[in-house]
């Protein structure tokens, strides 16, 4: 039945994989260069870069961040507010998905046009610094977890996959006597349990990983979240004080530590999501595969 | 005649009316359901486009938006006149088209080469490795940046151990735009080709079959197999990308800024930043950031319709 394949395409496919070998390779250096650093003594690693001797590794950079505490800090807020988003996130674009699903809905293109339009156009990033003062959410974790938390591509996503249960299922609901809020809560919510981890995952991630609202709209250091203290120590240049506690005297000694330090955050804090994602892996997908085939 | 098929209009359109409201009445629960992202929707999104107004005043934060003089287009005659308006400008372009140009087409090629990695387990390892990067936060993405391309970071250690002297990455604007386009590749190139590997695994296989019967080798079938299957994905995600040109990735170009490359690194978006929050100049800084949005809309209908023409009439 099959043919075999041309040189031509044995070419092509060798010099594809080929490719693609060095890409993950390009990939994974980066990555293993900072675990490796990280746990290097610092004077090698100023000098001539990482030791793959693991018999002169050390934790001393890990104990310095962990001792610190404000990374510790950084990872209760960024909790707090990544958990309270995403949950506040999925239930809103659950409730508003599941009317603009249904044929028939009056209204339906006009309230999915007031969604859409402000995917393309918004008034800016004064305008909304002046409204959320004014709404006296300055400096309050309300500032970090209500502004986004209506994302109109998930609500798209949202709407294809409710689209995709067959509405039989309702009728036959409504036929049993069930309202249209049992329907919701009862039989089409637990059909949508991937659909709302995809979501939930996402705007985890999302909230995760942000910095610039908690920039515009935070001051209490106690609030303040992962990404801003990172940000201070990686890309401000500025260890906290406590991490480099005991070298104050020697500045060469300062400046080598401070690197290690650098190394110690970057792993501890995108470990969690390194270590989680794999598992979440194939959720992540589903959301993209769904909202493609909308597209 | 004609006032009688006047009439017949009003009555079915009055017949209209009451049914929605009928209807409205009767699922008013569906209504309720919509209401929290609505109000949420319009405090957020449609309260700033309306304070986007001061663009057009001189805005005084006691008199409030309402109370503040009206200026006309000053702010944006005064934002015309600076001297750094077509540096700015050009700026924020070449980031960004630059970045389409670079970005665009890379997640495809990975596409089309994962779709033919042979065993599904190494296919999942290779695509587990390549998603990675898109998990880790752009703060700590460029804080790896300043390290790695620091004097003593490893970048220089291994151009100093080739015979070359030290380079200063992140101080000579020219190199900023490299490094932005570089790093974002690296970061999102394989978590984007996700929606084209979705595409592709969902074409037939007896249609490959066929080509491969025929006598097609591997090039005809991306060509007339592969393209065409992915063809839809590509021109939205086209459309999409052109319409973000003027505000994409501009935290990662505001946290890779420093003192000496803002010749290259200050784009719209970053100096909308430094003249509102940091000097407090709100009138002026909502006008630029207005003229940023209003570009966006333009470049997102023009490439619309652009596409739409080259596409049979397919677009957004």
Redesign the interface.
Known sequence: M??KQ?K??IF??IS??L??GI??I???I??I??II?SVTDPTTL?N???SFNPTKWMIDGYKRVLKDGSLLLGFKNSLVYSVLFSFISV???L??A???S?A????KKF?MS??VF?M????????????VKN?NMLDTMWSIV?????NVWN?ILCRTYFQGIPKELREAAIVDGS???QY?FKILLPLCKPIIAVLALWQF?AQ?????DAM?YLKSATLQPL?II??S???Q?QPNPGMLSDTAQDTAQR?QIS?LV??A??VI??LP??LM??FF?KY??KG??V??IK? | MSLIKCNNVKTVNNLKTVNNLRYMKDNYQLYLFILPALVLTIIFKYVPMYGALIAFKDFNGLKGIMGSPWIGLENFQRFLDTPDFWQLLMNTLKLSIYGLIFGFPIPIILALMIHRIKGAGLKKKVQLILYAPNFISVVVIVGMIFIFLSPIGPVNHLINLLGGGNISFMTEPRYFRSIYIISGIWQSAGWSSIVYLAALSNVGQDLIDAAVLDGANILQVIKHVDLPTIKPIMVITFILAAGNIMSIGFEKAFLMQTSMNIPSSEILPTYVYKIGMQLGDYGYSAAVGLFNSVINVILLLTVNEIVKRLNEGEGI
């Open positions: 099959f043919k041309s031509l395409d092509i496919l594809s994989n490719l693609l890409m993950v390009a990939v994974l980066p990555l260069y900072v650093a100023i001539s870069g990482i239930v809103v674009t409730l508003v599941y009317p603009l249904r028939g809905f009056v209204g309230i007031i969604f402000t393309f156009f918004g008034g800016g990033l004064i305008p909304t610094y002046l409204l709404l209500l502004p986004g938390a209506v609500i309202s249209d809020i919701f991630v995760w990983n942000s910095f610039f515009m990404q990172l940000r120590i990686l890309v240049m400046q690197e650098k190394y955050c970057i804090s995108s999501l390194m994602y794999p892996q992540f997908e993209v595969l909202g493609s597209g």
